[in-house]
């Protein structure tokens, strides 16, 4: 949820959020029409989890209201912020993911000799089973 805050000494309008990381059409609540001071109102927005985000382990997001003041000359701005709202910081919020990272292989005789001389081949098969994506796969036949 975003929680929008009036903290000001005057009522604002017209109130848009976005969010640029938000699923098409998924932001709900938005517009707000007043918020009085002191007044708050909240948001809903999605956002799908892509590989990239699974493969870095986390998701970084802000979202950026903006209001009409009440001379309509002067566009009220303001970005989302994780914690503490009054340290003039816009920490983005951060999900931590549970990377999962995994592989299987699994190991069959694709010709079988049996005769002195004759050769085995083997076929051998590496599945990522985990969340994330592996890279420099090496396969040591023992």
Do not use: W
């Amino acid at each position: 949820d975003i929680v929008v805050t009036n903290t000001g000494n005057v009522t604002v309008t017209d109130i848009e959020i976005t969010d640029a990381n938000a699923d098409a059409g998924s932001i709900t609540g938005s517009p707000i029409l007043t918020l009085a001071p002191g007044e708050s109102a909240t948001v809903t927005a999605n956002q799908t989890i892509t590989q990239a985000h699974m493969d870095a382990g986390f998701v970084s997001n802000s979202a950026t209201a903006t209001g009409d003041s009440p001379s309509a000359t002067d566009d009220v701005t303001d970005v989302s912020d994780n914690g503490d709202p009054t340290d003039g910081d816009d920490n983005p919020t951060i999900t931590t993911l549970n990377q999962n990272p995994a592989i299987e292989a699994v190991k069959t005789v694709r010709v079988a000799g049996t005769e002195v001389g004759d050769v085995i081949e083997y076929d051998i098969v590496v599945t990522n089973t985990g969340n994330v994506t592996v890279t420099d796969i090496e396969i040591t036949d023992a």
